[in-house]
């Protein structure tokens, strides 16, 4: 092969699907633990992640970010350090075979803006190019979920299954598609 000898200018890199092996790289232990199951407050936020003809998706990843139960973000929001007593604000899940994920929360309170609770949800997956962005809301009383067709408003809300439990099932695409977003700002603000 020839030497080069002058430099070409180089184009970013084509995106792929994310493959198999994300499922073993990411998780990590307490990962789905954002609050402890001792604490009062907290809940279980869980469900399962549906392909476009309605099958679970066996290899999805699931982040969830959130704010605290007065709706303030979280000063320890990341970390990957799990003491068992903290909450901190992010979580990482992955759904097991049959495609069900499930978190340890807290409820998150009303922001001080007036926005209804609700829960960042970040999946990853395979045969997506890109992660995808949605919200879990805990209420229906918010100026964005105006703004969302009626028919599609309702899946971007939990349903109560249970004290203390939560259910959001997030379909991928097809019949009862979830809403997904694009991200801007931080996350929590």
Do not use: K
């Amino acid at each position: 092969m020839p030497e080069r000898t002058e430099q070409t200018a180089l184009g970013q890199t084509p995106s792929q699907t994310v493959g198999p092996f994300f499922g073993y790289a990411l998780p990590y232990d307490g990962g789905p633990n954002i609050a402890s199951r001792a604490d009062p407050a907290s809940i279980r936020l869980h469900g399962i992640v549906y392909d476009g003809a309605g099958e679970p998706v066996p290899d999805a990843i699931l982040e969830l970010w959130g704010p605290d139960a007065a709706g303030s973000p979280i000063a320890e929001r990341g970390s990957l350090h799990r003491d068992g007593y903290s909450v901190t604000g992010f979580g990482r899940a992955a759904v097991d075979r049959s495609g069900h994920y499930t978190f340890t929360t807290v409820r998150p309170g009303a922001s001080a803006d007036g926005r209804a609770p609700y829960l960042l949800v970040t999946v990853f997956a395979r045969g997506l190019l890109h992660h995808l962005f949605t919200r879990a809301y805990f209420s229906d009383d918010d100026p964005f979920l105006a703004t969302v067709a009626a028919d599609r408003r309702g899946t971007l809300l939990v349903e109560q299954d249970g004290e203390r439990s939560y259910r959001f099932d997030i379909h991928l695409q097809g019949e009862g598609e979830t809403v997904f977003l694009d991200f801007v700002g931080d996350g929590c603000g």
